[in-house]
Nanobody, 123 residues
């Protein structure tokens, strides 16, 4: 089993920045992909970004490219999401997820999920 705990959410003005963290624990040897998803009220959960096991491969949804950066510190078993130039439409609950399968971007391919952290961007 893998446990994921997110932190770093909060309220920020448009144009501001936040850094989300996700601490992983448990049996991590099978995990190949770590990702971030988000879910706004009344909307489906959507993919935001993912990073490979060695950190060399990253992928972003178009709406966050150039503004968000995903990274990982394997020694600390933590994945980060640096969010800059935040917009009101980025408001959502952000979830960290882990997958045994490499290079996946759909929620149904992820095996483990955190509890989520709220990000609210005011205009």
């Amino acid at each position: 089993q893998v446990q994921l705990v997110e932190s770093g959410g909060g309220l920020v003005q448009a144009g501001g920045s936040l850094r989300l963290s996700c601490a992983a624990s448990g049996s991590l040897s099978s995990i190949n992909t770590l990702g971030w998803f988000r879910q706004a009220p009344g909307k489906e959960r959507e993919f935001v970004a993912r990073i490979s096991r060695n950190g060399l491969s990253t992928y972003y949804t178009n709406s966050v490219k150039g503004r968000f950066t995903i990274s990982r510190d394997n020694a600390r078993k933590t994945v980060y999401l640096q969010m800059n130039s935040l917009k009101p439409e980025d408001t959502a609950v952000y979830y960290c997820a882990a997958a045994d399968t490499p290079f996946v971007e759909t929620a149904d391919r992820y095996d483990y999920w955190g509890q989520g952290t709220q990000v609210t961007v005011s205009s």
